[in-house]
Structures are given as structure tokens and as C-alpha cells.
T-cell receptor, first 114, second 114 residues
Framework: AQSVTQLGSHVSVSEGALVLLRCNYSSSVPPYLFWYVQYPNQGLQLLLKYTTGATLVKGINGFEAEFKKSETSFHLTKPSAHMSDAAEYFCAVSPQGGRRALTFGSGTRLQVQP | DAGVTQSPTHLIKTRGQQVTLRCSPKSGHDTVSWYQQALGQGPQFIFQYYEEEERQRGNFPDRFSGHQYPNYSSELNVNALLLGDSALYLC?????????????FGNGTRLTVT
């Protein structure tokens, strides 16, 4: 069984500050890892994913995440927050191979203060 | 290139009624998955269809059923609606291969059960 824990249901940062959203996973097999963003009244948009290879993954809109197997973590970062980054962020995990059912965390709402 | 489209966008039903939600996958995609997102929660996997068959199923009762048509479009049916079925229902499409092909989500159908 797989599970995802997102620490902090709400995170507030100032515009221009570092964004750090935390994600830890539990999986009995090597997983694929994802970060999705959801704007109000919209579906989910893929920010980035880790499947294999380089553990530092770069995504859209300046976000990146690092897969740390020893810590079972996949934290999302962005060096400088922008007002448009305010949204709900979801970390997700799936087993490698096959057709993947995603297991999502409960989400972190990011607020960006001017 | 149209992405994943879902209809209707909003729906209000009464307890005990039945509902059908529809999804057209992104052009070229052959696999459709359905997720339920309760308010303030992450999406939960309902089931996945490929080649007109249910391939995977999450922890949802038999009241939730689906169908995939030869043109890859899909329906989600929920019978005997409960108040707890009120949620945003998200459809996601992907290619069956490669296994790390990303999911593309629609904007969802907001179901309210009164």
C-alpha cells in the first residue's frame, strides 16, 4: 500500500520568498512521484514528476523537487514566489510500471502575500 | 488541441437518485481514470478504463460504475446517491504506454447531493 503525507495544510509566504512544500511518502516498491497544482474551480495540472534517473527534477513555472530515497521525501521548492503561485498543491505517488493509479496527499494551500 | 473535457460542469441531485458524468479524453489518449475529490481533500482514485474494460478499481462501492466507448470517451455512473457523494469528480486521460506517460485532468464535474 502507498500513502502520501503533506506537512502543513496551509503555507503562507511573501512575494519573492522561497517556497517549500513538504511531501513524504510510504511505498513498499520504488514509486513514481508527482506534484500537481490546482487553481480554483479547475482540474489538476502536472508541475513535475520523478520516474527514474536524476533525483533533482525541474518542472514548469520555476518549480523543482528532489527525490530523497533515504528520507522518503519529495519536497517542492521555488526560489522566489510570485502572486500567481497561490493555489492548492498536491503530492502524489504511484507504483512504477503498468497503468498507474495515483495516491494523492491531502494538499497544501499556498498563499502569497504582497 | 482540446484537452480533457467533462460534462456537465455542475449538477445537483437528490439522495437516492442516479447520476451519469461524462468525459472525453485528450486527443490521442486511450486510457481514462476517474477520481473523487471531496471538499478540502486530495483526489481519490475510483477506477480506470482501457480498451473498454475496467482495469483497476479503488476502494469505492459497487454503486459506482463506469463505461468506456470505442472512441475512448467514458462515463461514470453513481446509483442510490448519498449526501457523502457530494464532491468534485475528475476525469484524467493518458496513453497506456509508456508507463510513465503523464495524466491530463479535466476541470471536473461538481456534484451536489441534497
Amino acid at each position: 500500500a502507498q500513502s502520501v503525507t503533506q506537512l502543513g495544510s496551509h503555507v503562507s509566504v511573501s512575494e519573492g520568498a522561497l517556497v517549500l512544500l513538504r511531501c513524504n511518502y510510504s511505498s513498499s516498491v520504488p514509486p513514481y512521484l508527482f506534484w500537481y497544482v490546482q487553481y480554483p474551480n479547475q482540474g489538476l495540472q502536472l508541475l513535475l514528476k520523478y520516474t527514474t534517473g536524476a533525483t533533482l527534477v525541474k518542472g514548469i513555472n520555476g518549480f523543482e523537487a528532489e527525490f530523497k530515497k533515504s528520507e522518503t521525501s519529495f519536497h517542492l521548492t521555488k526560489p522566489s514566489a510570485h502572486m500567481s503561485d497561490a493555489a492548492e498543491y498536491f503530492c502524489a505517488v504511484s507504483p512504477q510500471g503498468g497503468r498507474r493509479a495515483l495516491t494523492f496527499g491531502s494538499g497544501t494551500r499556498l498563499q502569497v502575500q504582497p | 488541441d482540446a484537452g480533457v473535457t467533462q460534462s456537465p460542469t455542475h449538477l445537483i441531485k437528490t439522495r437516492g437518485q442516479q447520476v451519469t458524468l461524462r468525459c472525453s479524453p485528450k486527443s490521442g489518449h486511450d486510457t481514462v481514470s476517474w477520481y473523487q475529490q471531496a471538499l478540502g481533500q486530495g483526489p481519490q482514485f475510483i477506477f480506470q478504463y482501457y480498451e473498454e474494460e475496467e482495469r483497476q478499481r479503488g476502494n469505492f462501492p459497487d454503486r459506482f460504475s463506469g463505461h468506456q466507448y470505442p472512441n475512448y470517451s467514458s462515463e461514470l455512473n453513481v446509483n442510490a446517491l448519498l449526501l457523502g457523494d457530494s464532491a468534485l469528480y475528475l476525469c484524467a486521460s493518458s496513453l497506456a504506454n509508456p508507463s510513465n506517460a503523464p495524466l491530463h485532468f479535466g476541470n471536473g464535474t461538481r456534484l451536489t447531493v441534497t
